[in-house]
């Protein structure tokens, strides 16, 4: 939180890169944790909304040979849309 509001503070909100990986078992709270995130991230007006696209690996990998890249930037795009536009 403290990187995000120097960021705001030097005018550098635009160009926040804030990437984060959640590991771990089933049931070790990754998804709170990231609702948890998503809340604290548009409180501070880094995004505009706090949902969030629970996706699996079924969701991001594709069937043959050069599908994958192409549906796992079409979630992408579909997250930056949604959390990102008009900021």
């Known amino acids: 939180m ?3 509001e120097f960021q705001k ?7 926040i890169n804030c990437n984060m990986v959640f590991k771990g ?4 709270g990754k ?3 990231t ?3 998503a ?6 007006g880094v995004i505009k909304s706090n949902k969030i696209i ?8 594709g069937s043959h040979l050069g599908e994958t890249a192409p549906k796992t930037q079409k979630i992408i ?3 930056i849309r949604r959390n990102f536009s008009n900021r």
């Open 35 to 37: 609702k948890i995130m």
């Open 9 to 15: 503070k030097i005018g550098e909100e635009k160009n």
């Open 39 to 44: 809340e604290i991230l548009c409180s501070m």
């Open 31 to 33: 998804t709170t944790m």
């Open 2 to 4: 403290k990187y995000l």
């Open 25 to 28: 078992n089933t049931g070790t």
């Open 54 to 61: 629970e996706v699996t690996g079924k969701d991001l990998i």
């Open 77 to 79: 795009n579909s997250a």
